[in-house]
C-alpha cells in the first residue's frame, strides 16, 4: 500500500476519523481537499462522482505493491482496512469482547448519530422541510450522547476502552466537535468530556484535528 | 459463546441482518421479541434500556464458557464478533481488498441509508416537521440504491463479491426490502435485484426472512 491520497474536508468527521488513523498509525498519505459547500458541493462534481459514487467524504485512493490503484470509501471500512494492513499500533482492544464493545460504540456513532445530522441531511430539513435544521440536529446528538455516556461506563479508562486509544475514541472525539457547532450543552455527558481531554493531550488527535488542516476555515 | 439469546423485531432490517449471519453460520439462538411500535415502542422500556441503552434493536446476549454474561448491540459489530468466534462458513471474503469492498457496501447501507429513513426518524419526521415521511424514506432509499447499483459492478457475480455470500448481501436483501415499503420503483438496479434473487434461493435468506419469524404480522 504505497502512495495514499485521502480525499477529505477538514470538518467532516468521518474523514477527521481516517486521518486520526493514519497519523496514529504514522502512516504517510498526501491531503485531497473537497470541498463540501464551495461550487454546489465539489463531493457532487462529476470528477468527484468517477471516484465515489456515493458522493461522501472521505476516499482513500493508494497503489498496491503490484502497481495496481485502488479505492475505499466509508470511514469504517478504511479504518479496517489500515488496522489489516497497518496493524502496530493497533487501533483495536486485543480481547475479543472489548475489542467488540469498542467497534459497537464507532457504529453507534457511525449509524445512530452522524447520519441524522451530516450537512445533505440538514440541508433537506432545511430546504424541503421547512424545518429547523439546528434543533434537528441538536436532538440526536443530545439522544446519541447520552446513550454514550452510559454504554462507556463498564469500559472507560483513559480512553473509552481502557488506557489504550482505540476505534471508539477515534469516532467520539469527532463527534463532540460536531455536537458542539449544535449548541449543545455537554455538561451531562462528564466520562465523554473527560476522555475527549485526555485524547487532545495525544499529538495523532492534535495532527488530524480539523483547525489543524490545510482547508481549514474557522470561523 | 453459548445460550445466544437475539432480542429482535421481524421487520426491522439491523435485526435481519444479525439473524441471517446466525442462520448463515448455523448458529443457534432464541429468539425475543421486541415490538417497535406496541406499548409506545417496547424498545423504550425500563427493561429494554437496561439491556441496551441506545434502545435500539437487535441486542445479542450469551454466556462465555467460564459463565460471564454478555451484550453486545450495534449490528455490524455483532456480525463482526460473530465472523471471529464462527469463522466458518465465512461471511467475509479472502482478499483483503475484496473484504474492504464487502465492508464499504455494508456500511453504505448500514450509515447511509438505513439510519435515515428508521422507524425513530420517520416519526420524527412527521409528528415534529410535519413531513411526509413516505417521501423522506422513498428519497434516500431511491439516492442509495443508484449509488449502491454502481459501487456493486466491480465485483457483482452471484452475490455482490464474487460467488459467495459476504457482509454485503447479509445487508443488501433487508434494505431492498425496506426500500419496498416506501413504494419505490426498483427497476433502475437491475443487479442488486439480479443479486436479491439469487440470495432468496439460498436456506438460510429463508429462514431469516421477517415473514418466517414468530412475531411477524404482515398486512
Not at 491520497?5 to 498526501?30: C, D, I, M, Q
Not at 492534535?206 to 488542516?213: E, I, K, M, S, T
Amino acid at each position: 500500500m504505497k502512495g495514499l491520497r485521502l480525499h477529505n474536508y477538514w470538518r467532516s468527521s468521518a474523514s477527521w476519523r481516517v486521518r486520526l488513523t493514519l497519523h496514529l498509525k504514522g502512516v504517510p498519505f498526501e491531503y485531497v481537499a473537497v470541498h463540501l459547500l464551495k461550487d454546489g458541493g465539489q463531493q457532487n462534481s462529476d470528477a468527484y462522482r468517477s471516484v465515489n459514487p456515493m458522493r461522501t467524504v472521505p476516499t482513500l485512493e493508494w497503489m498496491e505493491a503490484d502497481g495496481t490503484e485502488r479505492r475505499l470509501s466509508q470511514s469504517l471500512a478504511i479504518v479496517e482496512l489500515l488496522q489489516e494492513r497497518f496493524p502496530t499500533p493497533s487501533v483495536f482492544p486485543e480481547d475479543s469482547y472489548l475489542r467488540a464493545r469498542a467497534r459497537m460504540m464507532a457504529e453507534y456513532v457511525n449509524s445512530g448519530m452522524q447520519p441524522l445530522q451530516n450537512l445533505s441531511v440538514l440541508q433537506r430539513i432545511k430546504s424541503e422541510l421547512k424545518g429547523d435544521d439546528k434543533a434537528w440536529g441538536a436532538y440526536w446528538n443530545a439522544r446519541g450522547l447520552e446513550a454514550l455516556e452510559t454504554m462507556v461506563q463498564p469500559t472507560a479508562g483513559r480512553f473509552c476502552v481502557g488506557d489504550t486509544v482505540s476505534l471508539a475514541d477515534v469516532c467520539l472525539v469527532p463527534q463532540l466537535y460536531g455536537a458542539r457547532r449544535f449548541a449543545l450543552d455537554l455538561s451531562p455527558y462528564p466520562t465523554l468530556l473527560r476522555i475527549e481531554a485526555a485524547c487532545a493531550e495525544h499529538p495523532a488527535f492534535q495532527a488530524a484535528h480539523p483547525d489543524r488542516q490545510p482547508d481549514a476555515a474557522p470561523a
